[in-house]
């Protein structure tokens, strides 16, 4: 009996330590990022290298998003008589939601992974410590820059995610099926607030953003320095940042719609 306990307890411990340790990591990354103003261009370079590598499996997923929101949106208002109200429907759902958490899921499992396995690849190769033994901040010039660019690339692909799908179902719902254009386009315009429903949408995509590239930039810098450690930091990586997405949208959307 005393050893079930006793694995429950180390795990709890060893749990609040790691969060501890995170914490201190993020504020120390934070106390440090004020350098990068004089810099910026560390910043955008990071920025081409997480927005521009994912872009093409985020539009391309948007579009196939938006064509089943298309198909089930026509077949379940149809059935009430309102499939006048598509356009409105698919571009809801893409602002206030599935934009924001779709994105975020992909950004892990593309841009996340990668962040992870090119810091943990970097450890193990022991250069984060030649740039201690010649007084150069690791958390400086190697972690913060990719913080800051992808929380400034995840409201963009959000963006370009959720006007993708509005398109792609744009096509199925008239293009296709034959809904009348203008009443798709004027329930949308009437229907979407900018602030009720885009700006939150676009603040969700800036929490996911921080969320997930911390994550994923954790993971790699207290990875094991051994092949083995960095594909376990990989893993870990994709399963906390999705756990973590999942969780904080639940929050925010009980505090954004309540």
Same mark, same amino acid.
């Given at each position: 009996? $005393? *050893?079930?306990?006793?694995?429950?307890? !180390?795990?709890? !411990?060893?749990?609040?330590?790691?969060?501890?340790?995170?914490? *201190?990591?993020? /504020?120390?990354?934070? %106390?440090?990022?004020?350098?990068?103003? %004089? %810099? +910026?261009?560390?910043?955008?370079?990071?920025?081409? /290298?997480?927005?521009?590598?994912?872009? =093409?499996? $985020?539009?391309?997923?948007?579009?196939?998003?938006?064509?089943?929101?298309?198909? @089930?949106?026509?077949?379940?208002?149809?059935?009430?008589?309102?499939?006048?109200?598509?356009?409105?429907?698919?571009?809801?759902?893409?602002? *206030?939601?599935?934009?924001? #958490? =779709?994105?975020?899921?992909?950004?892990?499992? %593309?841009?996340?992974?990668?962040?992870?396995?090119?810091?943990?690849?970097?450890?193990?190769?022991?250069?984060?410590?030649?740039?201690?033994?010649?007084?150069?901040?690791?958390?400086?010039?190697?972690?913060?820059? !990719? /913080?800051?660019?992808?929380?400034?690339?995840?409201?963009?692909?959000?963006?370009? /995610?959720?006007?993708?799908?509005?398109?792609?179902?744009?096509?199925?719902?008239?293009?296709?099926?034959?809904?009348?254009?203008?009443?798709? &386009?004027? @329930?949308? @315009?009437?229907?979407?607030?900018? &602030?009720?429903? #885009?700006?939150?949408?676009?603040?969700?995509?800036?929490?996911?953003?921080f969320a997930v590239t911390f994550i994923a930039l954790f993971q790699g810098y207290e990875?094991? +320095?051994?092949?083995?450690?960095?594909? !376990?930091?990989?893993?870990?990586?994709?399963?906390?940042?999705?756990?973590?997405?999942? &969780?904080?949208?639940?929050?925010?959307?009980?505090?954004?719609?309540?």
């Open positions: 009996m $005393i *050893r079930p306990i006793t694995a429950i307890g !180390r795990t709890v !411990r060893e749990t609040i330590g790691n969060v501890g340790y995170a914490t *201190r990591t993020l /504020f120390a990354m934070l %106390r440090c990022s004020g350098g990068l103003l %004089r %810099r +910026p261009r560390l910043i955008t370079d990071q920025i081409h /290298f997480i927005g521009n590598y994912s872009l =093409v499996i $985020i539009a391309v997923s948007g579009l196939f998003v938006g064509f089943v929101l298309g198909l @089930q949106g026509y077949y379940t208002l149809n059935k009430y008589g309102s499939e006048q109200a598509l356009g409105l429907l698919v571009a809801l759902s893409l602002t *206030r939601e599935l934009g924001p #958490v =779709v994105t975020a899921l992909l950004f892990a499992g %593309r841009a996340g992974t990668s962040l992870t396995a090119e810091i943990g690849l970097m450890k193990a190769g022991e250069q984060l410590s030649a740039m201690e033994m010649m007084a150069v901040n690791p958390l400086q010039r190697v972690v913060a820059p !990719r /913080f800051w660019a992808g929380v400034i690339a995840m409201p963009v692909l959000a963006a370009i /995610f959720s006007a993708v799908g509005i398109f792609g179902g744009y096509v199925v719902g008239v293009q296709m099926i034959g809904v009348d254009e203008g009443a798709f &386009w004027s @329930q949308m @315009q009437a229907g979407v607030d900018v &602030w009720k429903d #885009v700006a939150n949408g676009v603040i969700k995509s800036v929490i996911f953003g990875a094991q +320095p051994t092949p083995e450690g960095v594909a !376990r930091a990989t893993t870990r990586t994709v399963v906390i940042a999705s756990l973590s997405v999942l &969780w904080l949208d639940f929050l925010l959307t009980a505090l954004m719609f309540n």
